[in-house]
Structure formats: structure tokens, C-alpha cells
């Protein structure tokens, strides 16, 4: 099964006076989670754009995907990267043949997952509870152009984090890719939060839609349970936490490196030429006397 990173490099310079940002620990989860995506499943891609793929290779990221695809050069200047940071994603999707799995880059998935794909349309990360703080009632967004809801959404349904996102064919993902598009071109920006609407879009519409056409809609875990850590990681709740704290940061990539020395060593040792991860290379080869 093929799957996909993505990195839109314009949410990040948009926030970061126009310099592209990926974290190193968030560098580190993302070769992680291509590593362990090649062991168990097959090929992933990263699909970015001319940006991100220079970016990828001037830090000595390149090598750890099995293609380096530039399809989001179309998005420059036709979406507003702050307020629909996570748009690259949908149009990522959009661009990749079906089935297909979409991987967030702070998730990894540690085993093989195709038995929880066979009997499902559609395999999301996990439901999300309706918190009015993320998923605000629909009323919130002054909508334009004459855009109107399509009537056969239930808004009664509980979200899908799309952090891990399986689609079986090709005729659901354009109806999906294509409403949550036409949702953020056709909202009005004015006032607009960032997180509600990018949520709204991604993760709102996607089980809406699915119960329209008639898909079946499944979850690879549950959000509320520990027990699935030896299935998935998904490092989202922990980043606030990496970036103010250097020690925590510090121990988290260390723990991420020995991961790969361990179980992908010839990955582990490419770290050697990575712009931001080599000095986390040469403290594990110096402990380890190697």
C-alpha cells in the first residue's frame, strides 16, 4: 500500500518571516514514521513543493522517501497559508491515486495495519467528540459566493482525525478533496480562527461525507486508550511541550536515534549529514563508543 507524506512550505515561512521550518524533532518522527511506513506496508512519497523539496535537501532530508513529488507548487498564492496551514494535505490527497493511505509527519505506525483495511471504505486516525472550541457549530462561518452546506450532511456527527487517513477509491476521495476545497475558497476570511476552520475542512467534512455516499467509515484506535501505543504513536499533543522545554526536546530526539540505529541503522547513519540532527548523531556514536 503506497502512502504519502506532505509539507506545504508556505505556512511555515508565513509564520516564520518567510524562512521554511520543520523541527528537528519533528525531522526525526518523520523519518520514523517513513522508515517504519517502507518495513511494514511499502513506498511513501513526500509530496511538497520546489520550496520544501530544496528545503529537504540542503538539510540532507531527501534520501528517506522513495520519491520527493513537487505537486504543491499549484497551491502558491490560490490559498491563504495561515488560516488553511494544513491545506497541502488536501490537495496532496487530491493528487494521489487511490487507494492510498495519508500520513501525517508526527505519526508512525509501527506495524503492518491492511487487516484494518479490508473491510472498510475509509480508515481514519480516530473520532473526535464535537469540543466547540475545535468544532464550533456550523453558524460561526459567514459563508460567501453563495456557498450553502450541502443538504445531505449530518452535522450531528462526531469528527475524523485524518493524522492517518486509508481511502479506498478514487470517486469518494474527489468528493471528499473537492468539499473541503470548496469550503475554505467559498468561507469568509474576515475574523476567521485558524484551528476551527482547518479542522472544519479536514475533519468535519470527511465523516459527513462519507455518510452521504453510503461509505463505510472505521477508526485505527481509540483516542481515550493507552493501549495503543504499540500500534500507533502520533506526536501532535506533545510538540507544545518539545518546544519550550530544550530537555525534553533533547531526550526525545535522542530516544528517536536510537530507534533508528537500532532497527534502521543504515537509515540512523545518514543522521551523520543531516543539517540539524548530526550533533544528536555524534552524541549517540560518543555514549556508545562507536
Same mark, same amino acid.
Given at each position: 500500500?503506497?502512502?504519502?507524506?506532505?509539507?506545504?512550505?508556505?505556512?511555515?515561512?508565513?509564520?516564520?518571516? &518567510?524562512?521554511?521550518?520543520? $523541527?528537528?524533532?519533528?525531522?526525526?518522527?518523520?523519518?520514523?514514521?517513513?522508515?517504519?511506513?517502507?518495513?511494514?506496508?511499502?513506498?511513501?512519497?513526500?509530496i511538497t513543493d520546489t520550496e520544501g523539496a530544496q528545503y529537504f535537501?540542503?538539510?540532507?532530508?531527501?534520501?528517506?522517501?522513495?520519491?520527493?513529488?513537487?505537486?504543491?507548487?499549484?497551491?502558491?498564492?490560490?490559498?491563504?497559508?495561515?488560516?488553511?496551514?494544513?491545506?497541502?494535505?488536501?490537495?496532496?490527497?487530491?493528487? #494521489?491515486?487511490?487507494?492510498?493511505?495519508?500520513?501525517?509527519?508526527?505519526?508512525?505506525?509501527?506495524?503492518?495495519?491492511?487487516?484494518?483495511?479490508?473491510?472498510?471504505?475509509?480508515?481514519?486516525?480516530?473520532?473526535?467528540?464535537?469540543? $466547540?472550541?475545535?468544532?464550533?457549530?456550523?453558524?460561526?462561518?459567514?459563508?460567501?459566493? &453563495?456557498?450553502?452546506?450541502?443538504?445531505?450532511?449530518?452535522?450531528?456527527?462526531?469528527?475524523?482525525?485524518?493524522?492517518?487517513?486509508?481511502?479506498?477509491?478514487?470517486?469518494?476521495?474527489?468528493?471528499?478533496?473537492?468539499?473541503?476545497?470548496?469550503?475554505?475558497?467559498?468561507?469568509?476570511?474576515?475574523?476567521?480562527?485558524?484551528?476551527?476552520? #482547518?479542522?472544519?475542512?479536514?475533519?468535519?467534512?470527511?465523516? #459527513?461525507?462519507?455518510?452521504?455516499?453510503?461509505?463505510?467509515?472505521?477508526?485505527?484506535?481509540?483516542?481515550?486508550?493507552?493501549?495503543?501505543?504499540?500500534?500507533?504513536?502520533?506526536?501532535? &499533543?506533545?510538540?507544545?511541550?518539545?518546544?519550550?522545554?530544550?530537555?525534553?526536546?533533547?531526550?526525545?530526539?535522542?530516544?528517536?536515534?536510537?530507534?533508528?540505529?537500532?532497527?534502521?541503522?543504515?537509515k540512523g547513519k545518514r543522521l551523520a549529514s543531516c543539517r540539524d540532527?548530526?550533533?544528536?548523531?555524534?552524541?549517540?556514536?560518543?555514549?556508545? &563508543?562507536?
Open positions: 500500500m503506497e502512502a504519502f507524506h506532505s509539507f506545504w512550505s508556505e505556512p511555515g515561512r508565513c509564520r516564520n518571516q &518567510g524562512q521554511v521550518r520543520f $523541527p528537528d524533532y519533528e525531522q526525526l518522527t518523520a523519518i520514523l514514521s517513513a522508515a517504519e511506513w517502507q518495513k511494514h506496508s511499502g513506498r511513501i512519497r513526500m535537501q540542503t538539510i540532507g532530508l531527501s534520501s528517506f522517501w522513495d520519491e520527493i513529488d513537487v505537486s504543491l507548487d499549484d497551491l502558491k498564492e490560490t490559498v491563504d497559508p495561515f488560516l488553511f496551514w494544513a491545506a497541502g494535505k488536501l490537495y496532496a490527497l487530491q493528487k #494521489m491515486p487511490a487507494p492510498c493511505v495519508m500520513l501525517d509527519t508526527d505519526l508512525i505506525v509501527w506495524r503492518n495495519v491492511e487487516d484494518r483495511l479490508r473491510d472498510t471504505d475509509i480508515l481514519a486516525a480516530h473520532a473526535e467528540a464535537l469540543n $466547540p472550541e475545535v468544532y464550533p457549530d456550523r453558524s460561526v462561518f459567514r459563508l460567501k459566493n &453563495g456557498y450553502q452546506f450541502p443538504e445531505e450532511w449530518d452535522f450531528s456527527l462526531e469528527a475524523a482525525n485524518t493524522a492517518f487517513l486509508y481511502l479506498r477509491d478514487n470517486e469518494f476521495k474527489k468528493y471528499y478533496t473537492g468539499e473541503a476545497i470548496r469550503f475554505f475558497r467559498n468561507v469568509g476570511t474576515e475574523g476567521l480562527n485558524p484551528v476551527t476552520a #482547518m479542522c472544519f475542512a479536514e475533519q468535519r467534512v470527511l465523516p #459527513m461525507c462519507a455518510a452521504a455516499k453510503g461509505k463505510s467509515l472505521s477508526f485505527l484506535m481509540d483516542f481515550n486508550s493507552m493501549d495503543e501505543q504499540d500500534l500507533v504513536t502520533h506526536n501532535w &499533543g506533545f510538540k507544545q511541550i518539545l518546544e519550550e522545554q530544550p530537555q525534553a526536546r533533547r531526550e526525545f530526539c535522542m530516544r528517536c536515534v536510537r530507534r533508528l540505529m537500532l532497527e534502521f541503522p543504515d540532527l548530526k550533533q544528536y548523531y555524534k552524541d549517540y556514536v560518543t555514549v556508545r &563508543g562507536q
